[in-house]
């Protein structure tokens, strides 16, 4: 194709125990997934799943086994952390039944939804959408995808999430409220999914702010852990 200017690099993420890539067509969100996130997010209950995205080119990949470096954002003053299980598919479809989801699994990564928080809470307050507190530059670093034939289907494991050492998020991905097979149900009544789709599942209770100069270390059920330092 004769582009009047070059096309953006696809972004792709590093998977375990190869060289080969994998690449990201769009980023789906799950919102308040867990249910003390929701409690301190001032919800209760089993809501009906809602999503939001980011862009993909929001996505920081590490490289295998490295920590990467991101930019403390514009127009914030409370940057927050959500440490999430990331999963990504392999195999598109619409109206997938929850029995069948884990069917178009590839494989799974820890990651990071970093979150313009007062700029999300006055949109919350004027009913405006949530893009600039969510949708930021370089506000989803992810770690390498473990595939699943590697770790088989995660239904439980340790989700944690330290800031400079102290432990801020810990639960268990087995209280996620709609479960990922429930999720990928959901998502593809609503869109039809495609290979490269990545969802971010939602994040545990303990979301904080961090600063310039913090360094976060995340992990999930055995997973590929994910260092980042906030320039």
């Not at 299980?85 to 029995?99: S, W």
């Not at 479960?179 to 904080?208: C, F, K, R, Y």
Request: charged content about 20%.
């Amino acid at each position: 194709m004769n582009f009047i200017i070059a096309p953006a690099p696809t972004t792709s993420l590093a998977i375990t125990g190869t060289d080969q890539r994998f690449p990201i067509r769009r980023v789906y969100c799950v919102g308040r997934n867990y249910v003390e996130h929701a409690v301190e997010m001032g919800f209760t209950g089993r809501e009906p799943p809602f999503f939001f995205m980011k862009p993909a080119d929001a996505v920081v990949p590490a490289a295998m086994g490295d920590s990467l470096t991101i930019d403390y954002p514009a127009l914030t003053k409370n940057y927050h952390h959500e440490v999430e299980l990331v999963v990504a598919i392999d195999r598109g479809g619409k109206n997938i039944r929850a029995a069948e989801a884990h069917k178009h699994i590839f494989g799974y990564a820890v990651g990071l939804d970093m979150t313009r928080r007062d700029l999300q809470g006055e949109c919350k307050k004027q009913g405006r959408p949530w893009e600039i507190g969510k949708a930021v530059d370089q506000s989803a670093p992810i770690g390498a995808i473990t595939p699943k034939s590697a770790c088989g289907e995660l239904i439980s494991g340790e989700i944690v999430l330290t800031v400079n050492g102290k432990t801020t998020q810990k639960s268990d991905i087995n209280k996620l409220i709609w479960t990922i097979n429930e999720v990928i149900e959901h998502l593809s009544a609503a869109w039809e999914l495609q290979p490269g789709d990545i969802i971010m599942t939602g994040t545990p209770e303990g979301v904080a702010a961090v600063v310039s100069g913090d360094v976060m270390v995340a992990s999930c059920a055995g997973l590929q852990p994910l260092t980042v330092h906030l320039s």
